[in-house]
């Protein structure tokens, strides 16, 4: 069966319908609205590129794609949002962005009008592709379905769509596993850490550049010995153009703090849980709790035991993160394994209707 409805009514009725529709709600709103007139949106950034010269390129190898047809009106730009990260503002061209294999949520919102969010399916090696729903009735503009489809619409207003480039790197869309991973090698977690996200995290979903960084914290002795073997001739030529990233470099490069060696981070599994349940507490304290989750995420892999407590203030991050989902799901198998006698009841089912609504 077709991913794609059957389209009753070509693009000149239905979508010229819900275009009308949208811009007479949106006039009305700006009629009523005794306020003053908003800031100008910011666009993101688009590249004259064909989506075929885009995707022939791409080498997914293990990781998946999500190409998506950006189907606003000069004016109306559309913010779409990927598993809650804001994955760009603009009113033309085409997205197409290399992800982990798995279920995404996309959100769309212009203006002020906010559609149900999509459900994306991607999986290894092949791009999913988001296209118009031209159902008069229907909740959300997408859908997913076939290249084909996909093609046509990206080409319904003009033949030389632009690529929109995201407004965060690609490997701010990782899963949180994966991102608290990344997260550990770059914070000093060690060799393993970095070899680990090597080896794990398809290239494509990693910057250049940044990949470079880890490589070199995987395996730190390997730049050090290809400096040391470079002839001093080519050492003097290339003194001032060739910086070897040891740990210590990286840590200056990205204006922080020197990391700590090997030896130094080559702590018990217990002493690691102490220090990111510090990390934490501090983030919670500074009224920071989004910025925790990757902590968390580190947490939840160490090889000992953790409070159990933990998956309540998990669930109180995912929803200082706008995951209501992930939130609610965190905090109901917390809340099963304590009584109402528990100092974390209360607070708890406060949560729980917080995230419900």
Not at 75 to 82: D, E, M, Q
Not at 168 to 180: D, R, S
Not at 303 to 312: M, Q, R
Not at 333 to 353: G, M, Q
Request: charged share 20%; proline share 8%.
């Amino acid at each position: 069966m077709s991913l794609h409805p059957q389209r009753h009514w070509p693009w000149p009725l239905a979508g010229l319908f819900r275009l009308t529709v949208t811009g007479a709600m949106l006039l009305l709103v700006a009629a009523c609205n005794t306020t003053p007139s908003r800031t100008p949106v910011k666009l993101s950034s688009t590249q004259a590129e064909r989506f075929e010269d885009f995707e022939r390129r791409q080498m997914l190898a293990k990781a998946g794609a999500i190409a998506i047809p950006v189907t606003g009106v000069e004016g109306y730009a559309i913010r779409y949002w990927l598993n809650n990260v804001p994955l760009a503002v603009q009113h033309q061209g085409y997205i197409s962005l290399p992800v982990m294999p798995g279920n995404y949520s996309l959100r769309y919102q212009q203006n002020d009008f906010t559609w149900a969010p999509l459900s994306v399916d991607v999986f290894p090696g092949k791009t999913t592709y988001v296209v118009l729903n031209d159902s008069w009735l229907a909740s959300s503009p997408y859908i997913t379905g076939s290249r084909k489809v996909f093609l046509n619409d990206l080409r319904r207003k003009t033949s030389n769509p632009p690529r929109v480039v995201p407004d965060n790197p690609v490997q701010a869309f990782l899963p949180l596993a994966q991102q608290a991973l990344l997260t550990s090698c770059m914070t000093g977690g060690g060799k393993a850490a970095c070899q680990r996200v090597l080896d794990d995290i398809p290239k494509i979903l990693i910057e250049k550049e940044r990949r470079k960084e880890i490589a070199v914290l995987a395996n730190p002795a390997t730049a050090v010995a290809k400096k040391e073997n470079t002839p001093p001739i080519a050492k003097q030529v290339q003194k001032k153009t060739i910086a070897v990233k040891t740990p210590a470099k990286v840590a200056s490069l990205r204006k922080e703090p020197v990391k700590a060696t090997k030896t130094e981070w080559d702590l018990p599994p217990n002493i690691q849980r102490d220090r990111l349940v510090v990390q934490i507490s501090d983030l919670f304290k500074a009224g920071k709790a989004a910025q925790s989750l990757p902590y968390f995420g580190q947490l939840d892999i160490l090889p000992v035991p953790i409070d159990p407590a933990t998956n309540f203030y998990w669930a109180q991050a995912l929803f200082a993160n706008g995951e209501k989902s992930a939130a609610f799901s965190k905090l109901t198998r917390f809340i099963k394994t304590i009584d109402s006698s528990s100092r974390y009841y209360e607070p708890a089912i406060r949560l729980l209707t917080k995230i419900k609504g």
